[in-house]
């Protein structure tokens, strides 16, 4: 039997690295790309395939690098282009792959296409934005109007995003060509991708209609008009045709989607339609979220076990999942969706990952996550730093509606920021990540929770990260195998099988401090001999399961995974 084909796509696992926050090269406390070349041996021991790489393009830093100001060079921030193409050529050198962020859907407001667009309406700039007289009652996502007036000519552009990204008017072909030439000049100089930011929001009703104002406000979201919209598909298409096709390597693809369903998604990732390998989909990281982001609700296991297998269905033969549960977004997994307390931090980030990357799909896995970091102890508006949360506190204290204490403690929760605390690299005071002062706080849990203690310890979570990716290398199951969820209705066990012809793999994961004991509902053509079947992973290293399936007993947050051929 031949092993897997390293070269397929669908087997690599993809390592998101936000360079602000990964490593400091030079002690001004913000991480560069030199801070990346002095780790690239730790991404190879890891074992990861793809590091998709943030941005680092020129930008005045509204919104941490999303509003670019110049798509061909890297910010003097982050280092230089020679320090990118040093970048490129080391993970190359180890086997690995660079996938680059592409913010299109918007430039920064000091791109030199936006400042020509605003000198004046007859400009032949002009309409690769949105300009009208008169704004619409859109929201944008950062809160407030979607709309500025700019005083250069009296009228409003659109902005989805902050004021100081613009949105640009994907209608005119001359922006998509240049798009596209900005892309084909990255691909030429060696990236092998793109991670699409908002990319399912560049076509918009172009009659811009009205919404639905949010009770007790003039604005509302206006999702309807902008996501996935009329010619969605045919733009991704031809930048298929004028970027990626006839490359001698495979372009790794992959749109974040926020509000993208299940039928859109099969649509943009059918490989015969020739549009992107995977989506990043929200429905998995919008179900503790009520009217906001900081309108907290509890989560119920069933419905992200739900949320995780209607996609793994929907997608099935058809399409291709990636497989997140963190990145720059969004708060620390294991304490939104594990247990962050000293006793279970480590078994329930183990647990977590476990989950994520083996259901069918591509997994990401989100800087400092291998090593479960949690989120920080956030308490005072000071500690914040990041626009969405700053602009929201901000809005809030201005209508006086919102009880701010209560706020705030939401905002520890959910806030990008704590996806952005530095990496923790060692016990030092700088974490390891800078010998400067960090642009925004390191975790104090750093003392605890690092690289330096974690790589080679056999029970640490770096070390389960690298078996877990490794198994995925070495076992066509986890990438080929069909998906069949368990005890769909178990409020804390997460339980599943993956089948292939010759395989099969059985995950059973204990999402609760709670010892469990459970029959698994195997059917009598799935039943067969499981309890000899050997375990291949499991969280509690060095442990033996209690019983083997299927009438299982799991200690708190244990997970194990069992396999057997099939014959
Ligand atoms: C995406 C990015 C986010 C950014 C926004 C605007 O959602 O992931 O960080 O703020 O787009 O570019």
Request: net charge negative.
């Amino acid at each position: 039997m031949s092993g897997p084909d390293p070269q397929d796509w669908r087997r690599w696992v993809v390592y998101q690295i936000y360079p602000r926050s990964f490593a400091d090269s030079d002690g001004n406390g913000v991480g560069d790309l030199r801070g990346i070349l002095a780790h690239v041996d730790y991404l190879h021991e890891l074992g990861v395939d793809v590091v998709w790489l943030s941005p680092v393009f020129r930008s005045p830093m509204d919104d941490n690098g999303y509003d670019i100001s110049d798509y061909q060079d890297v910010d003097p921030l982050f280092g230089t282009l020679a320090d990118l193409d040093e970048l490129i050529a080391e993970l190359h050198a180890r086997g690995m792959k660079l996938v680059l962020d592409l913010v299109v859907n918007h430039t920064s407001d000091e791109h030199p296409w936006f400042i020509q667009s605003r000198s004046s309406r007859d400009n032949p700039r002009r309409d690769w934005y949105w300009w009208r007289d008169k704004p619409t009652n859109w929201e944008s996502h950062f809160f407030g109007p979607a709309w500025t007036r700019d005083d250069t000519t009296g009228q409003y552009y659109l902005h989805l995003f902050s004021a100081k990204q613009p949105d640009l008017n994907w209608e005119n072909p001359e922006v998509r060509q240049a798009v596209y030439a900005m892309m084909r000049w990255w691909l030429d100089r060696g990236v092998d991708g793109f991670r699409m930011d908002v990319i399912n929001m560049i076509s918009k009703d172009t009659s811009l209609p009205e919404t639905r104002p949010r009770p007790g406000s003039a604005y509302g979201p206006a999702g309807q008009y902008f996501t996935s919209g009329p010619r969605n598909h045919e733009f991704l298409q031809e930048m298929y045709r004028e970027v990626f096709a006839g490359r001698d390597a495979h372009v790794l693809t992959v749109g974040e989607m926020p509000g993208v369903t299940i039928r859109d998604a099969v649509l943009f990732t059918d490989p015969a339609r020739h549009e992107l390998d995977m989506v990043f989909q929200f429905q998995h990281v919008q179900l503790d979220i009520g009217a906001n982001k900081f309108d907290l609700l509890p989560l119920k296991l069933p419905d992200l076990k739900a949320a995780m297998a209607d996609w793994q269905h929907g997608l099935a033969g058809r399409g291709w999942n990636s497989l997140y549960f963190g990145n720059h977004d969004q708060p620390r997994s294991v304490s939104r969706f594990g247990d962050d307390s000293p006793a279970h931090r480590v078994a329930s980030a183990k647990t977590l990952a476990t989950v994520l990357h083996l259901h069918r799909g591509t997994p990401y896995v989100y800087q400092g996550d291998e090593l479960g970091m949690a989120n920080s102890p956030f308490t005072a508006l000071a500690d914040f730093r990041d626009i969405e949360t700053l602009s929201f506190y901000a809005g809030a204290e201005a209508r006086g509606d919102v009880d701010l204490p209560a706020l705030l403690l939401a905002m520890a929760r959910m806030s990008r920021d704590q996806a952005r605390t530095p990496v923790q690299w060692d016990a030092s005071p700088g974490a390891g990540f800078t010998t400067g002062t960090p642009w925004l706080a390191i975790n104090p849990d750093h003392t605890q929770v690092n690289a330096a203690v974690e790589v080679g310890d056999p029970g640490s979570v770096f070390e389960h990260y690298r078996r877990l990716i490794a198994l995925r290398h070495q076992d066509p199951v986890v990438t080929d195998g069909d998906f069949e969820l368990l005890l769909p209705d178990h409020p804390t066990i997460w339980a599943f099988l993956r089948r292939t012809a010759g395989a099969e793999l059985l995950v059973a994961a204990n999402f609760s401090a709670e010892v469990t004991a459970l029959r698994l509902p195997l059917a009598a053509s799935q039943a067969g001999d499981w309890a000899a079947a050997p375990v291949v992973l499991t969280s509690l290293t060095g442990e033996t399961p209690l019983q083997p399936p299927p009438d299982l007993k799991l200690r708190p947050w244990e997970s194990v995974v069992w396999r057997r051929a099939r014959s």
